[in-house]
């Protein structure tokens, strides 16, 4: 009877995974779906894509879209390099300076640890205001077309120095640090050796957090870089390629010129091709550390 009920149970058991299984991989290939359209007609005959629609696979493959952007200059591989460098460095930056904060907040010999959370999340409620800051980065910190104007104001994240609290308070007991400064060690030596390699999974999501932000600026730099500046970053260079097209092609409408020939829709198909490419590659490096960084470092604290 035994044998019975456990076979059962391990039949019932197989039965309910191959239905997760099967859930989780039609879940994942929707979530895939919209991302292989975008990338397949991107490299589409605008006159088809306009007259037909989004096809899973180009009818007649053409690259003029991508050429229209990259047009045979340096502008876009210059923005690449300066996105690439302001990540880089904005994360490794903002992740040490995030690390260091959230370690010295939880740690309980820090008599004002209470006044000084509360001053952080203070500035997650109000703000100064677009004017005030825009005259902070120009007149008094002089960083009118300087990307200093672009990698310090997202070093620091309230939520993220949060996160990183908690997550050192409830994944890493403060007995450690103790057992490292009786050994002698100092507490700048127990953060760099001790507590960042036990930080792992909250550095990596939190790190992902701050590349995704540099990545994806666009508007500090239409604020603070203008035309005198060589290169920008790419989102910004690949929004201003996207409203010369438009304009482009609204300034011809009333002309006798065949507008639909002006690849409007593939263009801003391969900016979006362009622009999401490369950081989709760094989310599987930090994939197996995002959910216990999130889940850890998202506890009340």
């Given amino acids: 009877m035994m044998n019975k009920n456990k076979k059962k149970d391990d039949l019932s058991g197989r039965i309910i995974r191959t239905i997760g299984y099967v859930f989780i991989s039609f879940l994942a290939l929707s979530c895939l779906l919209p991302f292989v359209i975008m990338v397949s007609a991107s490299f589409e005959n605008e006159k088809i894509l306009v007259r037909e629609g989004y096809h899973l696979f180009p009818k007649e493959f053409t690259m003029y879209a991508y050429e229209v952007i990259l047009g045979g200059n340096n502008e876009i591989i210059g923005s690449y390099i300066v996105t690439i460098l302001l990540t880089v460095i904005g994360t490794g930056l903002g992740l040490f300076i995030t690390a260091m904060t959230g370690y010295v907040l939880q740690r309980p010999d820090f008599l004002r640890r209470n006044k000084v959370s509360l001053f952080l999340f203070f500035t997650t409620l109000f703000s100064g ?24 104001p997202s070093l620091i994240s309230a939520w993220n120095i949060i996160m990183m609290k908690n997550f050192i308070r409830n994944a890493i007991p403060h007995s450690v640090s103790e057992a490292a400064n009786i050994d002698g060690a100092s507490p700048f030596v127990t953060f760099l050796k001790v507590i960042i390699p036990m930080s792992k999974p909250a550095l990596a999501t939190i790190g992902l957090f701050i590349g995704l932000g540099y990545w994806n600026e666009w508007y500090n730099s239409m604020l603070f870089l203008d035309s005198s500046v060589q290169f920008r970053p790419l989102q910004l260079l690949l929004y201003n390629l996207i409203n010369r097209a438009e304009y482009l092609k609204n300034s011809m409408a009333g002309k006798n010129i065949l507008t639909q020939d002006l690849p409007l829709e593939t263009v801003k198909l391969a900016t979006a091709v ?4 490369p950081i989709i590659l760094a989310y599987p490096m930090v994939q197996k550390y995002f959910i216990s960084g999130i889940t850890v470092g998202a506890v009340k604290g």
């Fill in 129 to 152: 205001g677009l004017v005030p800051f825009y005259l902070l980065m120009t007149r008094y910190l002089h960083l009118k077309n300087n990307y200093l104007a672009i990698l310090i």
């Fill in 274 to 277: 362009l622009a999401t490419g």
